[in-house]
């Protein structure tokens, strides 16, 4: 869990250093759009966060806990990873926002990496933990997913 959390944090800092240490020269009003990628990836991990606190604990806890329960409710009914998807939209729109065109392509890589992490580690740890139902949930629902109609479904079960 620590790892985790911690890789996530490395990728996200390493876009912010980069957008420091180089040149600002991206126009003002294409910064705009990173604004919108961060609102965009700060929704998605309230829904995911919101969701398997309500969901995915056979006993409720205060503050953060691993889920012990498996979940397909809310917006994991149409993507399999929506936290980790919103953290993905904070990074671009980090590297957007710095105004810098090489913070941007890194966060591109910083991306790529993130979704070969989920993809190789966690849908491991997934499918250890939770077996053919997990399998089966993989075959059905895709790890990411941008549709109007999944925050709809996702804000309806909160």
Same mark, same amino acid.
């Given at each position: 869990m620590k790892f985790r959390f911690f890789y996530w944090i490395f990728l996200f800092l390493s *876009? !912010? *250093?980069v957008g420091i240490v180089m040149e600002a020269n991206m126009p003002f009003y294409i910064r705009i759009l &990173? *604004? *919108?990628f961060i609102i965009y990836g700060v929704i998605?991990? #309230?829904l995911a &966060? $919101? +969701?398997l606190k309500k969901y995915a604990h056979k006993i409720? +806890?205060?503050g953060f806990s691993v889920p012990d329960k498996f979940t397909k409710d809310g917006i994991f009914a149409c993507m399999r990873h929506p936290g980790q998807f919103g953290n993905m939209f904070l990074m671009v729109g980090v590297g957007i926002i710095s105004g810098s065109w090489y913070a941007l392509a #890194?966060? &591109?890589w910083a991306i790529f990496f993130g979704a070969l992490f989920i993809l190789y580690v966690e849908e491991k740890e997934a499918i250890k933990k939770y077996g053919s139902e997990y399998c089966? #949930? !993989? $075959?059905t629902t895709p790890p990411f997913k941008i549709s109007?109609?999944?925050m709809k479904k996702a804000f309806k079960v909160i």
């Open positions: *876009v !912010i *250093v &990173g *604004v *919108v998605l991990n #309230y &966060g $919101k +969701t409720k +806890t205060k #890194y966060s &591109g089966n #949930y !993989i $075959k109007l109609e999944c």
